[in-house]
Every structure is written in C-alpha cells, then in structure tokens.
C-alpha cells in the first residue's frame, strides 16, 4: 500500500525566516506529485506538481519553489516567509484520477 | 475565468439526507473528484466522475451532467459524524495535472 509522509506536522516561524517542508511518499514507483495550500478557511490551491525527478512545475507560485530531488521526495521551500504564508501546506499524489493526500503541514507566521 | 463553486453551508437531519451541489465552469474537463475535509485535516476522497449519470457507492452517491457543468454529492442516512466540509475538484485537460477546487460546503448534521 502506498504511504505519503509530510513533515514537519507544524511549524511557527518570523517574518523572514527560511522555511522547508518535506513530503516522501512509499510504496508508488515514479508518483506525480503535487503541493497544495489552503489558508484558514480558504480553498485549496494548487503551488507545485511534478512528474518526475528534477522536474517540478509552478501553477501559483507564491514567493515558494519546489524541488524534487529524489522520485519519492518533494520539497517546499523559500528563503524568506512572509505573513501571507500562513496556512496548512499538503503533499499529494494522483491514482486514477483522484487525489491522495498527507498529513498536511501546518505553518503559523509571525 | 474558470471556476468551481459550491454553496458555503448546508443543514440536515440525522437520518436524512443532504445533497452538496457544485457547479463549474472550465476551459476543460477530465473529471470530477469529491473530497471530505474535517478541521485541520487533509482532505479525503470521496467518489470520482467523468460520466454522465448517478454513481452509487452506497453512503455517498455522485451525480454529473457535463453538458451543465453540474454535480452532486448526495449522503444518505446521514449520521453525526457526517458533518465537515465537501469540496468538488474540477481536472482540466488542457493541463491534465492541473485541478482546481471549490471552496467547500461545510454539512451540519443535526440530532
């Protein structure tokens, strides 16, 4: 069965500070790969997908990038968070046309 | 400017029904996905469509009609634990990876 993993499960950073959240996924061989935000009460948006290693492309970009370093691996990062980044922060992967999500990360910024 | 909307909230009775409609409108179409999503969790899928007609999976059915842009996810007896959020996911094919989400419905099951 496939797991999908996001860490960290929560995150309280200032205004400025860098940020990663990871996502690994287990038991699928060349996954597509989506990062998804969704602020307090607003829609799910869709940041990032990527189909294959080294390959990530930007839907919103948000002041974030995203790498795929590895085929099970999806990392979301920038260099300076800013309030509007709040929000909860969700790995993805596709099967037959749904959607399989994580945990979610949940990230506060101050 | 494409988009997928649901009603903000909807009320019913344990034991009854509710039906969460949507409708969308998209440069494309690749299917429809429902999700349910409680407060502070990641969203859960539901059912998927990309046929016309009902698609009864027992406790949730799902209803398209492609030529109106229209679907529905309908719960039957319902129980308590059914309240939380519904979202409605348009794939467009003009991206076949790109999805776009409605806002949700927020279902209140009453005793």
């Known amino acids: 069965a496939q797991t999908i993993h996001q860490w960290p499960v929560a995150e309280i950073k200032a205004v400025g500070s860098p940020l990663s959240l990871g996502c690994t996924i287990k038991?699928?061989?060349?996954?597509?790969l989506y990062w998804y935000w969704q602020a307090t009460g607003g829609t799910l948006q869709q940041l990032f997908y990527?189909?294959?290693?080294?390959?990530v492309e930007s839907v919103v970009q948000l002041n974030l990038s995203a790498s795929r370093p590895k085929d099970d691996q999806f990392i979301l990062s920038t260099e300076k968070l800013l309030l509007s980044h709040s929000g909860f922060y969700l790995c993805?992967?596709?099967?037959?046309?749904?959607?399989?999500f994580g945990e979610g990360s949940k990230l506060t910024v101050l | 400017g494409q988009g997928v909307e649901q009603p903000a909230k909807l009320m019913s009775v344990e034991g009854t029904f509710a039906r969460v409609n949507c409708t969308y409108s998209?440069?494309?179409?690749?299917?429809l996905s429902w999700y349910q999503q409680r407060e502070g969790q990641a969203p859960v899928f539901l059912s998927y469509v990309v046929l016309d007609g009902l698609k009864d999976s027992g406790h949730f059915s799902t209803f398209l009609s492609r030529s109106n842009g229209y679907s529905y996810l309908l719960l039957t007896e319902l129980q308590i634990k059914d309240s939380a959020s519904y979202l409605c996911?348009?794939?467009?094919?003009?991206?076949?990876?790109?999805?776009?989400f409605g806002k949700g419905t927020h279902l209140h099951v009453l005793p």
């Open positions: 996911a348009v794939r467009i094919d003009t991206n076949a990876y790109k999805v776009i």
């Open positions: 990527s189909i294959t290693v080294g390959q």
């Open positions: 998209t440069s494309g179409f690749n299917g």
């Open positions: 038991g699928k061989s060349s996954p597509n």
């Open positions: 993805a992967w596709t099967g037959t046309g749904q959607l399989y």
